[in-house]
């Protein structure tokens, strides 16, 4: 059984909109909600930059539903800080938010005012901040030495069972390196060459893992306006990973955004007017092996896709 979320954007929408629309998809039949975890957005422009972990209080408890939360362990946060915050949620909410843990940007974590290390540092950092989690949400007392320094921290309020950590990848190389210590995977929709050669490389370290994708799509009453509006709200994101990583500032992603033409958007974006075009988006997607399919609705228009999602969709693929 594949469950069917909406992404809550916290770049895009402010926080007290993002928690009705997770309220609007509960009602309309979606079964779990994800979170973006930023502190800066991708562009200067009508965007918001609310704190994610403030908002999953609260969203957690208005909505019953399953979360999950894309985040870098380390270095804005702290990992004993952020396996603090993960206890303390799933000890209220019954073990029902997982999180998806990645090596960071710079746009987000480079406000502390360090070096911003190559991937191979960030990768070893983030591996260092898993296990980290791991040890003190059994209740251990942890000291490390690594990059990551922690001195004698110890939990005493503890997750009501162990959280499961997923890993983000948008390569086949960092999907095979997380395939060796996430419980899981989680994407993007990239072109379905680059898709399966993702799911090969994790499936070959770790054949029984989950699998969830993030779906950006834009959903309009023409695919003219569903073009357009993808590339006025969502154009900065789709510059490649390795840019994305390295750039620290909205403005410098509305500067290298000018380049990108609408048309590229047909690439990195499902665009649709119709249910059928993200019935078979989940279809297609289910028969890759992913059980946790999460639709992120890139333009302003939240309201009209997740209704038409919750009438026309969900009932078709349950």
Known sequence: MIKIGYHASHEQFSPKALLQFAQRAENNGFDLVTSSDHFHPWTEKDAHSGFAWSWLGAAMQAVNLEFG?????APRYHPAIIAQAVATLNQMFD???WIAAGSGQAMNENITGELWPNKDTRNQRLAESVSIMRRLWKGEEVSADGIVKLANAKLYTLPTAMPQVVGAALSAATASWIGTWAEGLITINHP???LKKIIKAFRTENPAGDMAIKIQVSFADSLNDAEQLAWESWRNNILGSSIQAELSQPKFFDEAGQFVRADDMKEHVLLG???????????????????????????????AFIDMMGSD???RVR
Do not use: C, W
């Open 69 to 73: 939360i894309v985040t870098s362990p």
């Open 95 to 97: 073990n029902r938010l």
């Open 192 to 194: 379905d060459d680059k």
């Open 273 to 303: 007017t119709s249910a059928d075009t993200y019935i078979y988006a989940i279809q297609k997607y289910r028969e890759m092996g992913f059980s946790k399919i999460t639709f992120h609705n890139v333009n302003p228009h939240q309201e």
């Open 313 to 315: 969709v969900l009932p």
